[in-house]
């Protein structure tokens, strides 16, 4: 099972408060683990701007209402720029899928100011990571959901919609959920 490009919908009931409700995009899974970034948990108080600005760079009116996104637990002072893949940096730009791209080197954010960045990006700070066969394991026990995401519901939807929106996308109401499971 390789679900690179593909979107975790936490499940109600998700044991570790910080994906309590969280949507990630899988940037990597392989027999050696996964990396991803959740797209929905945006960073109160803080705007790609103010990242821009600790690196010495000015930010434009559109990094202004940026916002900034926890993207996991996993080094959390690193930032991971997820984007739409009309921009390639020669420098680090991994290429996801037909859709997505994720980049995190300083010269996708010096593009983004200079105004020829990607059309759609978010920046998140820090990832989520398993090990081999851990995320396996978590989808074995009804921790996740898998879906098919769509550049809408990445960028384009309300941080608060992105959960509720990617559970809607399997035909399931999100009421409807139980924070318990059974197996057959």
Known sequence: MNLTGKILIAMPGMGDTRFANS????????????????????IDGMSLSDLMKQVSMDGTDETDAAGLYFGGPVEPGRGFMLHTPDYHSELSTLRVDGRFSMTATLDILEEIAAGEGPSSALMALGYSGWGPGQLENEIGQNGWLTAEPS???????GDGDVWPEAIRSLGIDPLSLSATAGHA
């Open 23 to 42: 949507v990630v995009l899988l940037c990597d899974h392989s027999a050696k683990g996964a990396m991803g970034l959740i797209v929905n948990k945006p």
């Open 151 to 157: 550049q809408a519901l990445v960028f384009g939807v």
